[in-house]
């Protein structure tokens, strides 16, 4: 595989990126196909160009692409089992954090400020901190504003769907091409026990009735999403012995009404967060439960495995929050947009997704001719662009690669507190980051010392830094011919 045109190393320090600027500016975009670049062959060109940088639609996107949300949206007409109204709406974001909320004329200056300084954002999204249907002045005003000033930004939402049918043919008019519903239950019974209470047409519903109503405005403002060619994806809280098993119907259900994604996510349950399930203890999932109710979901409605569950007000790449670098006190009074830096981004990023697409085919390939029935869980520490690329000792999180007679796929993620700091490691910490890499093979990383990497070897993971910088797939397609069948032709991109 030929080396990358030009890398994308080290994107989130300004001095990498205007070196990569120049280069670009020198060089520009020589293919005719730059829209084009990574569509996949099962994808039909008008989706493509729809998910083709959104980083939550596209899990090849997020290699790349980043999104921000706005916390514009505090008010909210469903109580789910699972939120503390001081946080912020745990359909799409962590409980436990929250957000700085915003006007839309504040929110408009942030976008700004962010679109000057993250070369990689395409998308805005308003989730929460409450629901962005029901707080809809507010979402509508925002997406107003930032539509005129920055016409090339996507514009998302996700919602709990009760206020939505009110809403889908202002969504259409504004060009929003990505809705997100939490969609928990199609059972009233199994959603009585996830919702005490919604608030719908002027007076509040409890129990069964509840469910009932929430379950046909979600059926409804879905149904009326897919008429009009609007992307959805369905986002599910997984809760143990409450909807877990439901959750298959659920998938088949929303991919009959015409569902883009389906995106199973754990509960995070804490007595400290006041909800009403952390405080009668009710469990999430570990991460082998989720992965194994993902894999029974596996030829329904398509899945999406690279979700991290960010808050109302996260900026960045899906792994990494600068939400902190971008404070109201921190942008000024006054800011101008500058599409510089975003435009000459997507030009690098078009010769590089190219070149990614050739050698994950090639890799995919070499696992197939492998001829093995076997199945090998890679947890791989990167900071973006699709490599290899970041020390074992500085990540927070690994994404989890699956490869097997199908081919390579991103299965899912562990975070991990970062074990090295100042210089040195923490035993206690490793110990943590051992128990959250549980069934994992192999970890991939740029570099480890010795001493994690004999603990990783006593617990049965493999650590390999001899791929640094190459691409993912590259070096997981190496590692599986390698062990179980031909040798690979070529170790490197
Ligand atoms: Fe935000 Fe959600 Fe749009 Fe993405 S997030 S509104 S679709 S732009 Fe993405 Fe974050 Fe998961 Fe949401 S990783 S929580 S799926
Ligand atoms: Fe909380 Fe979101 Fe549920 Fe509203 S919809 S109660 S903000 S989790």
Redesign the pocket.
Known sequence: MSAPIISLEGLTSTTSFDQLLATAKSGGCASSTCGLSGKPDDINPAVWDKIKDHPCFSEEAHHYFARMHVAVAPA?N???N??N?KYD???ESRPGVVSEKLTPDQALRKVIAVANEVPQLSVLGIA????ACYDWKKTKATFDRVAREIPDIKLCIST?GLALPDHVAELADMNVDHVTI?INMVDPEVGAKIYPWIFYDHRRHTGIEAARILHERQRLGLEMLTARGILTKINSVMIPGVNDEHLIEVNRWVKERGAFLHNVMPLISDPAHGTHFGLTRQRGPNAMEIKTLQDRLEGGAKLMRHCRQCRADAVGLLGEDRGQEFTLDSIPGEVTYDPSRREAYQEVVAHERLDHVAARSEAIGMVKAAGSGKVLLVAVATRGGGRVNEHFGHAKEFQVYEASPRGISLVGHRKVEQYCLGGRGENDTLDGVIAALEGIDIVLCAKIGDCPKDQLAEAGIRAIDAYGHDYIETAIGALYAAKFGIQPRAATA
Request: charged share 10%; with cysteine; glycine share 12%.
């Open positions: 909210c469903v109580q789910c699972y939120c109204r709406c745990a359909n929460g901190p409450g629901d709990n939490t």
